[in-house]
């Protein structure tokens, strides 16, 4: 296991933190937690804690939208078939399920297609355009994709097809010739430009609303999509993207999509759902149909009516689930294999690493062990056809997407962000490439980005901690990318003798106290650190990164550490 580096945040201004705390009357280091996410003041803080709906951007804003809403009305007037494309992954599938069920009630000429992993790939596929004309589609509505289909959409336009592109990928120097609502394209003054591709999707339905006298309650119902969609993507929980998460997380604890409901009692998850849930348990489920069988099986689950083909459809991803872990603990063994045996990789600032008989649904996550395991930009590849195509993972602070795009002249595609992106390669490139990527990466990543860091928020002992803080801190939910649950650090703690176990046959749980205050015993649990449990049994004293969590056992709820590294 690579050694972390420990990071302290600087600490917040304390007058800042001060004042903040005479107006909210709580715990100081809520304070400076909440000052530190420049929340600095009894407004700021209740925009924080209480995200309302009426501070989510008019969708008119976007530029484009109107166009696109009168394009989707010409379309409904004159009966024309509508097509509703996305991508394969959670915020692909979501956003089809979402967009194509609203629709469905105003409107029925329109089915849907989702792209088969294996054999399409990423973005709009001709095989799909192909399906249109087949089909008489006059207009395709393209979610979580197509900024960069500037041919493929050129060619639909020639066969009468035209497109409304949903999309919140970067886009290239040239756009495809169709209505674009991306708010990351020049010129378009939509303030906040970190929605996913289903929330880009989503304004569309509000602008519809808005625009035809549709009540938006029938928009708003599909917004626990929405939060899974955010959750399983990654995009930034701050701003817009907070609000609509938060109310989106409370129709998933309360009156949830079908699909949803059945997935989370296939998982045997009772309680209050969280981020980390879809992170953990919903987002792989839908993503693994795509990943190993087909995502329009994930459609069709968020799309049921019937209790008894949403209960048939969960147990099938959750098979597709298992088939998939299997795959890519096999997967990555055999690429750590590989590199292991590179002498020449254990000096390179990249790794880049193919076969020819991986299976394509699961590089991703190969590639998100893979660079766990060195911490370095990392590219992970199989063979696709005449081509080899896979998955790019960054480190924090640096921009994969633009070296990538450095190397954009031997490349078929490539598409992404700055920490995730995807490309697809000949065969006669793959040397080229990866001497190339890997001296671009030599060249401008800088040293401390390629060891692996914690950020902490700041000290907190455990003789702090009481239920009042922690439900003050719970309040800090959805956490996620921008808003990070917080993480502390505490010295000198001890394991409790006898408490120590290992759970999962590479997990340490035990209870722990801190040296000088012995009295006050937390339940803690170390997720991949049995490296340590011979140090731990000895009753030596070590330093703690941590959060706090609430652990759910057998109908029981008790506050626990969980332990993200231990120093001794």
């Not at 020639?158 to 919140?168: A, E, G």
């Amino acid at each position: 296991m690579l050694k972390k580096t420990w990071l302290l945040k600087n600490e917040p201004n304390t007058q800042d933190v001060s004042l903040l705390q005479q107006e909210l009357g709580v715990h100081e280091t809520i304070c400076k937690l909440l000052v530190q996410r420049n929340i600095n003041s009894l407004e700021k803080a209740k925009r924080f804690f209480r995200p309302d709906k009426q501070n989510i951007h008019n969708p008119m804003i976007m530029k484009n939208m109107s166009e696109a809403v009168e394009r989707i009305k010409k379309a409904i007037d004159k009966n024309e078939k509508i097509l509703i494309y996305g991508d394969y992954d959670v915020d692909g599938t979501t956003a089809v399920a979402m967009v194509f069920s609203f629709f469905s009630e105003i409107y029925t000429n329109l089915s849907y297609y989702v792209p088969d992993r294996d054999t399409e790939g990423y973005g709009i596929s001709l095989k799909s355009i192909d399906f249109a004309l087949e089909n008489n589609v006059k207009l395709v509505i393209a979610l979580d994709c197509g900024i960069k289909a500037v041919d493929k959409v050129a060619y639909a336009k020639s066969q009468s097809i035209d497109y409304i592109i949903c999309d919140h990928h970067l886009p290239g120097k040239n756009l495809p010739n169709g209505i674009i609502l991306n708010p990351k394209q020049e010129d378009c003054n939509y303030p906040f430009k970190e929605l996913s591709g289903a929330g880009v999707g989503f304004k569309l339905l509000q602008a519809y609303c808005k625009k035809h006298d549709i009540n938006i309650e029938k928009a708003n119902k599909h917004l626990d999509l929405l939060a899974i969609s955010i959750g399983a993507d990654m995009v930034p929980i701050v701003d817009e993207n907070r609000v609509l998460a938060q109310y989106g997380m409370a129709k998933l604890n309360t009156v949830p999509n079908l699909g949803i409901k059945a997935i989370l009692k296939n998982a045997k998850i009772e309680r209050e759902v969280n981020m980390r849930d879809i992170g953990f348990t919903i987002g792989p489920r839908i993503n693994a149909a795509g990943r190993v069988s087909h995502a329009s099986k994930a459609v069709d689950l968020l799309l049921t009516s019937c209790e008894t083909s949403a209960k048939r459809s969960s147990n099938e991803v959750s098979i597709n689930n298992s088939d998939r872990k299997l795959l890519d603990e096999q997967t990555t063994k055999e690429a750590l294999s590989i590199l292991l045996s590179d002498d020449a990789h254990q000096k390179k600032r990249s790794t880049f690493v193919y076969n020819d008989s991986w299976h394509k649904g699961v590089l991703g996550i190969v590639c998100n062990r893979i660079q766990e395991s060195y911490y370095r930009p990392t590219i992970v590849l199989t063979k696709n056809g005449d081509t080899y195509t896979g998955s790019a993972r960054s480190v924090k602070g640096y921009n994969i997407y633009n070296a990538i795009n450095s190397c954009s002249d031997i490349l078929v595609s490539f598409g992404g962000h700055a920490f995730a992106a995807g490309l697809t390669i000949n065969p006669k490139n793959l040397k080229k490439f990866g001497q190339r990527f890997e001296k671009i990466v030599e060249d401008t990543i800088h040293e401390k980005q390629l060891r692996p860091t914690i950020e902490a928020d700041t000290d907190l002992p455990l003789n702090r901690i009481k239920n009042g803080f922690f439900n003050l801190l719970n309040q800090f939910e959805p956490f996620g990318v921008g808003n990070e649950q917080p993480v502390f650090i505490c010295k000198k703690v001890k394991a409790v003798v006898g408490s120590v176990r290992v759970v999962g046959g590479k997990h340490l749980k035990m209870d722990i106290i801190e040296e000088d205050s012995p009295t006050v015993r937390i339940s803690s649990i170390a997720f991949n650190q049995i490296n340590h449990l011979d140090y731990l049994l000895k009753e030596n004293t070590f330093d703690i990164c941590y959060s706090l969590d609430i652990n759910f056992w057998r109908g029981k709820k008790t506050l626990q550490a969980v332990i993200k590294d231990i120093r001794i």
